[in-house]
């Protein structure tokens, strides 16, 4: 198995793992983060204005965990620096 | 696979190259420019008033409400910056209902000059605001062990701002350009359609993101000064 085959394997591994584990974490908390928000919001309903637009912000700030997972996971499909380092030569 | 729209190169000399980035980017802000020109050509204060200067007066109104429940108390001075911001983004992301349009916020550098707009935005408001010794004490609260972090934090939540936004419209169009090839006939319409509501997610995001941003600097200046003011009075 020469160093090409072996860089594909496990970036192409490695890609899926990453986009699935770093998409279920983020998830699970962006679902606590809108249970209690929904919880909040029913209590006073007065507030949820400021309720939603903080939840958007926070579930921004989680989501974009998920984001660098999944930006992380198409650099190592389709732009490998590996790779590319391996062809060139 | 094209990943972003700075692949397709219409024109090329020297290290400048014209690529579909800045040219949708230059059509865009030359909707956005014509279109409010073209409607505030004819400003009325009737009771009766045309429909686009009322959705302009709504857009307008929204948005600096938008701005003072996160703090700011006069919005007018940042509308300028936070509403044009919001308003290219929205457009930028919306445009994806026209065919072969593939929206500039799918580009990494597009998305940095945004976010970096937003690093030299946040010092600007506050040395308007505090002067500059009073916005640089800002950077060693509470003591001056929390500069590095201070300045780390400015620096990490610029790229924040930068790959969220990226990422989120890139995979969009990844998502559609996928199903495309997998069942072209219906699923590309519904996620392009979840696409839009993304868009906009999105655009508010960064937006109160940089209000948010802009009113830490702003309001930390402020407390401050009332507390010298209070301290003044105690001892004067």
């Given amino acids: 198995?020469?160093?090409?085959?072996?860089?594909?394997?496990?970036?192409?591994?490695?890609?899926?793992?990453?986009?699935?584990?770093?998409?279920?974490?983020?998830?699970?908390?962006?679902?606590?983060?809108?249970?209690?928000?929904?919880?909040?919001?029913?209590?006073?309903?007065?507030?949820?204005?400021?309720?939603?637009?903080?939840?958007?912000?926070?579930?921004?700030?989680?989501?974009?965990?998920?984001?660098?997972?999944?930006?992380?996971?198409m650099i190592l499909v389709f732009a490998n620096p590996f790779w590319n380092h391996i062809i060139a030569q | 696979m094209k990943l972003s729209p700075d692949q397709t190169v219409f024109w090329e000399y020297g290290f400048f190259s014209l690529n579909l980035t800045i040219v949708t980017t230059w059509g865009i802000m030359l909707l956005l420019v014509v279109s409010a020109a073209l409607i505030t050509r004819r400003l009325k204060t009737d009771m009766r008033i045309s429909r686009?200067?009322?959705?302009?007066?709504?857009?307008?109104t929204g948005i600096n409400q938008q701005i003072r429940e996160v703090g700011l108390k006069h919005p007018e001075q940042y509308i300028?910056?936070?509403?044009?911001?919001?308003?290219?983004?929205?457009?930028a992301n919306l445009l994806i209902i026209l065919p072969w349009y593939e929206p500039p916020t799918g580009s990494l550098s597009t998305t940095a000059a945004l976010a970096i707009?937003?690093?030299?935005?946040?010092?600007f408001f506050g040395i308007e605001k505090s002067?500059?010794?009073?916005?640089?004490?800002?950077?060693?609260?509470?003591?001056?062990?929390?500069?590095?972090?201070?300045i780390i934090g400015e620096i990490s939540r610029t790229v924040a701002l930068t790959i969220r936004l990226f990422g989120n419209i890139m995979s969009g169009g990844?998502?559609?350009?996928?199903?495309?090839?997998?069942?072209?006939?219906?699923?590309?319409?519904?996620?392009?359609?979840?696409?839009?509501l993304t868009g906009m997610v999105q655009a508010y995001i960064f937006s109160i993101l940089a209000t948010v941003y802009i009113a830490a600097a702003v309001q930390d200046s402020k407390k401050k000064s009332t507390i010298t003011k209070l301290k003044e009075v105690q001892n004067g």
């Fill in chain 1, 1 to 73: 198995m020469d160093s090409v085959t072996t860089i594909a394997i496990v970036s192409i591994i490695t890609a899926g793992f990453t986009t699935g584990i770093g998409t279920m974490f983020p998830a699970l908390s962006e679902g606590k983060a809108v249970v209690s928000a929904l919880q909040s919001v029913a209590q006073q309903p007065d507030a949820a204005p400021t309720i939603t637009r903080t939840l958007f912000v926070g579930l921004a700030m989680i989501e974009s965990t998920a984001i660098y997972c999944f930006v992380l996971s």
């Fill in chain 2, 52 to 60: 686009w200067q009322c959705f302009l007066e709504m857009v307008v």
């Fill in chain 2, 80 to 91: 300028g910056f936070i509403g044009t911001m919001f308003l290219f983004i929205a457009m």
């Fill in chain 2, 117 to 123: 707009s937003v690093l030299f935005a946040v010092p």
């Fill in chain 2, 131 to 150: 002067g500059f010794v009073g916005y640089l004490k800002s950077y060693i609260k509470p003591t001056v062990i929390m500069l590095p972090f201070n």
């Fill in chain 2, 174 to 196: 990844l998502i559609v350009a996928v199903l495309l090839s997998i069942a072209p006939f219906i699923f590309p319409v519904i996620m392009t359609a979840l696409g839009l």
